[in-house]
């Protein structure tokens, strides 16, 4: 799925995001195990083709201003800087399951599969 020219971006936020989701038997009638996540966690965060992402004092100042421009509540804290951070990279194509956490800040693109 990636494309010449195109890199992989992850940041510790959206791997800590996976270990969660993926461990809860309250969204997985089969959820994986607590050691199982935190390894592919692992492997993509040190794979040779993922850009590791973090907080900056621009992704800073970009949470804070779309917070405030899109009134956003605390339940959008961790998406809000999720695209934050990878909207200051300049990441423009997101592969996520909840497209519409992210259609609010009108600068992404999505997998068709999951819009």
Known sequence: MIADGDTFALTPGVLSEFVHVTTDPKRFAKPL??????????????????EQLHTD??????????LETYRLGRKRLHDTMFAAVLHTAGVRYLLTLNP??????GCFEFHPDFS
């Open 57 to 66: 004092e621009m992704a800073m100042d970009c949470f804070f201003q779309w």
């Open 100 to 105: 519409s956490d992210f259609r609010v800040f």
């Open 33 to 50: 195990p607590i050691a199982t996540a935190v390894s592919l966690a692992e492997e993509w965060w040190t794979s040779a083709e993922t």
